[in-house]
């Protein structure tokens, strides 16, 4: 401690081996010899003692007991307090600035690079931005290696606009980045949403990797991390172009390999956008590379992702397959796979297998969410289960688990839907009074019952209700009044809607909209007579099965040539058997081209500006359709089409409804083939009319057949799909398919409701087998299932059968007994 104590002036003198007299001019060219044992021991004592001294010194009281005049600095004397792990990085960085003042001393790249370090591991960035100044103005440039560790040290905290300003500054000071650091520029872009300029950036590299693959292969190309930085930018931007062609090109370079994370981003982006075979062999993929180097085994995000867009395609059987291969796999499935399947189970009506899965989930020990009851609530209203709804409902409540708005919306949704109006509406009623878990989207609910009542008043006034309250009419609920208005004829109540738009787009583009579709409707946009047909007819009801399906080759023994060449495919010791033969599937099956999805076939909404046209469109169609007027609807569809505004399932779907309602089942096909030739591929309300059109014709094998293509491209049969089964199978007299077909109903998890019940007794009164009608009568009192006014009709069809028939055995009898 005493030597520390030294006056700086000793010191100095000590480290250097400078004699405390000024040296004669004779004696300078002594001083540059080299250093004998005993004066190196000397300099570096005192070297160390001065750092030492120096280290102290800043720790306690900074820069300011510092005496400029008195310390020899130097770049290796500066290096060594800047490195000292004992000294804190702001009394280093004070340090700094106290010898950049220095007027005998400059920063030298190696100091430049060793502060910017310090600075970067402690967090400390905030410094840069002057530190980067100072050595612009000091005429410093240090290597791009240290532009890389302050790029990457900006970005880890997320400071990726400061990030790029590093970016400008080495324009500035003319440093040339290297091709590794456009990695951390790329990432750096992507998460700061300039998706634009990270692709050109990429395109840049990808092009001039194309000269360095025979010298130096991937000496330009991106690393793993930046690339799929810009995957998941692009998948997130909805850029389905720009992510093919960057997949594309990265996948004709030599020297780049995708990773697993990159596998499971390009899995999960085609699957989502109804690429499954592409999904399915990069799968394959994988497994191969897996068993060649070891080092990409499909993880749990790669099984999520694959049973992900398995369920959007409408393929949950085969997801839940794979769930069961996952179990056994060396992977356990976590919260995130137990809601990917509940949610793609209720959405199929399947379930019994999403109950099952949900106890699954809470028996491994996962909590189910706000998300996991809605799905199920949802499923089981849909499926027509009122009871077992209502009791997850309380079973949620009871777990402590937070009912949402959504929640709510769906309970009052399902009730009003299942015969239970009145207790959604008083539920909507206490929701309201309490001032929570209401939105514009419970109103617009409530709004549909009370114009499918007939209650336009009431209606009227939750209307104006929403305004008061701040929500937003949206066009969901102008569409439920205007229909309403339009079968009552109260068009005077048009005004009075308009006056509680807040919307300030909405409005005015309804009024236009409005004169407009009047305008048009009188004055055609066409000057002379058109006497094509609207839906031009590609073939007859015979093509329906070639326009779903195409026959496959099958050998002797009844399997398909894709079925033995992927069984032989297949290996017997791999932990996802199914897997591999869904992916040896994906060889020569288009499974992108499939016609169903279950993200498609919901309600139309208003989405912006950018889906307002189209909306609008169904809506007008709506009205005159509502009130059955087919040509005025068709002429609306044709002058909008002609405009160039697109038409979307919803719109073709209402048109061929009533189509098929009047009976014009040729026009509905044609409505049918227009949407293939304009790449809108059909939904389950789609064949559900083909269907319905089907059995009114009789044609009930046809309807069994578009059945059976369905199941197999992974749709499902609904309760509306299931009833006019059931309806033509009965009518052709194939009674026993219609028993199969009830049974196959409840087994898939669909409780049938009234309609079933009544297509059952009827068709079994209509063919004399009437203790079966009976059967079927007990078993809907059974059920709770309340009769209509269908249900007296039929009954008293079958008593009158059930009277005749007793007729004709006291006839019989009475014949018997007279004869001798």
Known sequence: MSRCRTTTRQLRHSCFGFPKETPKPNTLHHARTPLSTSSSSSYQMGNILLVAYLTKTLSESGTRSLDPDSIPLSESLVLQILRRNSLDSSKKMEFFKWCSVRHIYKHSVSTYSQMFSTLCRSGYLDEVPDLLNSMKNDGVVVGSETFKLLLDAFIRSGKFDSALDILDHMEELGSNPNPHMYDSIIVALAKKNQVGLALSIMFKLLEASDGNEENAVGVSLPGSVACNALLVAL????????????????????????????????????????????????????????????????????????????????????????????????????????????????????????????????????????????????????????????????????????????????????????????????????????????????????????????????????????EERGFVVDLITITSLLIAFHKQGRWDCTERLMKHIRDVNLLPNVLKWRADMEASLKNPPRSREDYTPMFPSTGGLQEIMSSISSPKSRSDDGATEDEKSSSADTDQWSSSPYMDHLANQAKSTDLSSQLFSLARGQRVQAKGAGSFDIDMVNTFLSIFLAKGKLSLACKLFEIFTDMGVDPVSYTYNSIMSSFVKKGYFNRAWDVFNEMGEKVCPPDIATYNLVIQGLGKMGRADLASSVLDKLMKQGGYLDIVMYNTLIDALGKAGRIDEANNLFEQMKISGLNPDVVTYNIMIEVHSKTGRLKDAYKFLKMMLDAGCLPNHVTDTTLDFLAKEIEKLRYQKASIMRQKDDSP
């Not at 062999?281 to 180097?293: C, D, G, H, V």
């Not at 060396?330 to 379930?351: N, V, W």
């Open 235 to 466: 998948r997130n931007g909805e850029m389905k172009v720009e992510f093919k062609t960057v997949f594309a090109k990265l996948r004709g370079k030599g020297g780049f390999e995708l990773n697993t994370w990159g596998y499971n981003i390009c899995i999960h982006a085609f699957g989502c956008w109804g690429d499954l075979t592409t999904s399915l062999r990069l799968f394959k993929e994988m497994k191969e590379k897996s068993l060649a180097s070891g080092s990409l085994d499909p993880d749990l995000c790669t099984y999520n992702s694959l049973i992900h867009v398995l369920c959007l395609a409408g393929k949950v059987k085969d997801a839940v397959i794979v769930y069961e291969e996952l179990k056994v796999s060396g992977h356990e499935p976590d919260a995130f796979t137990y809601r990917i399947l509940i949610q793609g189970c209720c959405k199929s009506y399947q379930m019994e297998d999403a109950t099952k899965i949900f106890s699954e989930m809470q028996y491994n020990g996962f909590l189910p969410d706000t998300v996991v009851y809605n799905s199920l609530l949802d499923g089981m209203f849909k499926a027509r289960k009122v009871m077992e709804a209502c009791q997850l409902f309380e079973k949620m409540v009871q777990d402590g688990v937070r009912a949402s708005c959504w929640t709510y919306n769906i309970l009052i949704d399902g009730l009003c839907k299942n015969g239970r109006a009145e207790a959604g509406y008083n539920l909507f009623c206490g929701l309201k009074k309490k001032g929570q878990f209401v939105d514009a989207v419970t109103y617009s609910i409530v709004v549909l019952l009370l114009c499918r009542k007939g209650h336009l008043e009431e209606a009227l006034h939750l209307v104006e209700e929403m």
